[in-house]
């Protein structure tokens, strides 16, 4: 089996925007000894970061720009809908590199002391706008920390994601995270909340990790819902959020269509991308009532950068680029209603 040759080989069909079906991927790959979808998947996606992080990490780019270069990446790769039994009992539904590049970006910060987490990081995707040398990440799955490994993280480790180091205790400046969901066999008290789902019980004790004054960026599967009251619904959600919003600020819940912007990652499920600005120096309060921007759905990749917002498009006197950046910007959109159709 030669991993590195077929690594290297859909790295050059990325960067030169040749696409791929399921099963073209996979003649590809068993001209390289790998015969195994799982294995095909894993290293398909290890492939797909190691392209999204070089461009993250192009010094020639603004943040705008490299996103529009990792939303035209993620067009051009194959649909990883390779399930197998162990991603569906693990359900791992990595996120889509436009998503974990303005994940990671919002938690990054200009100071070289800072160090990141990722407690259920997979194959590293959720980290690509990280440094490596900043960030620990932790996995469970063996083909996946393998895969870890390969890239040089300050820290790569395999604890469960339930019950992080004590020594991480508000330890780091950034956490980032999708984790995996389903229900916990015993529910697990945080204070007075009651929780009873695994996702929301890891990203509680994910955010654990994080300094008061840190960031933190949270992939939750779902979207919020609300009652005629306009009050969340009552049930896990509901207990999650209060929890979130008693502790934390939270600067906003985005609600993303995964039918329109997960599709590719091999599922099409509806998420929420959570952004919290460091904790309360006094908890209060609960989540609020339903308002038009937290019911609002995210449809596309344009949609979704506005939300999170990490700088204005573009603000110089350089019509020219201005003009060409909202072609591309333009050609991405239409790109993406055409492969929804």
């Not at 970061?49 to 194959?78: G, P």
């Not at 229900?183 to 509680?204: N, Q, Y």
């Not at 039918?259 to 499920?269: H, V």
């Amino acid at each position: 089996m030669d991993k590195k040759g077929y690594i290297s080989r859909v790295r050059e069909d990325l960067l030169g925007a040749r696409k791929h079906s399921k099963t073209t991927i996979e003649s590809i790959a068993k001209s390289f000894g790998i015969t195994n979808k799982n294995l095909v998947k894993e290293f398909t996606e290890l492939a797909i970061i190691l392209n999204a992080r070089e461009v993250a990490h192009d010094s020639s780019l603004s943040t705008y720009e490299k996103y529009l270069d990792i939303v035209a990446l993620y067009q051009s790769q194959v649909n990883l809908s390779m399930r197998t039994s162990m991603s569906v009992l693990m359900q791992q539904y990595s996120t889509p590199a436009p998503i974990s590049f303005l994940a990671s970006s919002y938690i990054l910060n200009s100071s070289n002391e800072s160090i990141y987490l990722e407690p259920s990081a997979g194959n590293g995707l959720l980290t690509i706008a990280l440094p490596y040398r900043k960030t620990f990440v932790n996995e469970l799955d063996d083909v996946r920390l393998e895969n870890l490994k390969q890239q040089p993280f300050a820290n790569i480790s395999s604890w469960d994601a339930l019950q992080p180091p004590k020594v991480y205790d508000e330890n780091f400046d950034g956490i980032v995270t999708n984790p995996p969901f389903g229900s916990l066999s015993e529910p697990i008290l945080f204070g007075k909340f009651k929780i009873k789902r695994l996702e929301h019980a890891m990203a509680l004790n994910a955010l654990r990790c994080m300094k008061d004054k840190g960031k933190a960026a949270i992939i939750i599967g779902g979207h919020t819902t609300w009652d005629e009251q306009g009050r969340v619904t009552a049930g896990n959600n509901r207990i999650f959020l209060n929890y979130l919003y008693h502790f934390y600020n939270v600067e906003d819940i985005i609600l993303i269509n995964g039918k329109k912007l997960y599709s590719r990652q091999g599922t099409s499920i509806n998420t929420r991308l959570i952004l919290i600005d460091g904790a309360k120096e006094t908890p209060s309060g609960a989540a609020p009532l339903k308002n038009k921007l937290h019911s609002t759905i995210v449809n596309n990749h344009e949609e979704l950068w506005d939300r999170v917002w990490l700088e204005p498009q573009l603000i110089s006197n350089d019509t020219d680029k201005l003009k060409l950046l909202k072609l591309h910007a333009k050609a991405i959109s239409i790109k993406q209603k055409q492969l929804s159709i």
